[in-house]
């Protein structure tokens, strides 16, 4: 089990970093709701949410030192999320709701 | 092998890094039903977003931001004491896990304490569906709504409570489990060889503070253009 490194301690200043850019970034995603994007507002927002969580799973999770299963077991997570949201999307938006509006 | 690597190792293991390796996978599979159990409503709230965006907006902008801005600071500051109590309990440090499990149940406490502030404010606006909805005048005066889309602002509201509400329960749940294992690290119950309760505890607190990440930006900041 040599690839496992389950041991692997992460250095402080890792957390800190990433602490830090965690504060940043909610200070950019408060800017950026006062900003006129157009369409593109939500997505700026959930871009950066993504970001935010990125990191936090990378690092305070410690997925990027984790077992390649642990790994998958995330990428699936996600992607299950996304398959969620958008099939259910394109059924909504593809066909007119009779209370719409 | 010391005697507490002894203990800390289950007969059905063969080695500490495979019982460790086991137990974080199986708290992997547990946040990703979660991932989902919290996608369903993020769902649901993308669907009627859609369907009826003025309404969310106008909706969104009667939320106060700033408390909202400032509870995911403090939720941020929970996440990095978390981060280093898992940090001290893998260096065998106890005490000082200790301690960075309290400072995470007293962020988490603050959090909580600001939650009560904000859904007390929604009871005196009488803005909470189903239990206490404001004449359609009221509402309508006090969410610059009219007509229909005042009834509309209830899913806003449902969902509001439903996805926050949800989200605070989990710390409701974590902040015990954060008491039983700071008491444990204080106890010197955790060494080098072995700390998972600890990094696993993490793990749910971080996944927490995830959905809290995406849950400000969309439901405190949509309605400021």
Known sequence: ?101 | MSEATGSALQHHFTSLDQQKNAATLGMWAFIVQEVLFFGGMFTVYTVYRSQYYSVFEACSHHLDWKLGALNTIVLICSSLTMALAVHAAALGKGKAAAVWLAATIALGAWFLGNKVVEYHQKWEDQLIPGLRWGAAADVGRELHLAGADVDRAQLYFSLYFGMTGLHALHMIIGIPILAWLARRAWAGHFSIEYSTPVELTGLYWHFVDIVWIFLFPLLYLIGHR
């Not at chain 1, 995603?29 to 006129?36: L, M």
């Not at chain 1, 790994?71 to 938006?93: C, K, P």
């Open chain 1, 1 to 101: 089990m040599a690839s496992s490194d389950s041991h692997h301690v992460v250095p402080v200043g890792a957390y800190i970093a990433v602490f830090l850019a965690l504060v940043a970034f909610t200070g950019i995603t408060v800017w950026a709701a006062g900003q006129d994007f157009g369409a593109y507002n939500t997505a700026v927002a959930v871009g950066i949410a993504v970001a935010k969580a990125t990191m936090v799973v990378l690092i305070f999770m410690h997925v990027k030192w984790g077992t390649k299963l642990t790994q998958l077991y995330v990428v699936a997570g996600v992607v299950f999320l996304l398959i969620l949201i958008a099939i259910t999307m394109s059924d909504y938006i593809s066909r007119p709701w009779p209370i719409m509006r």
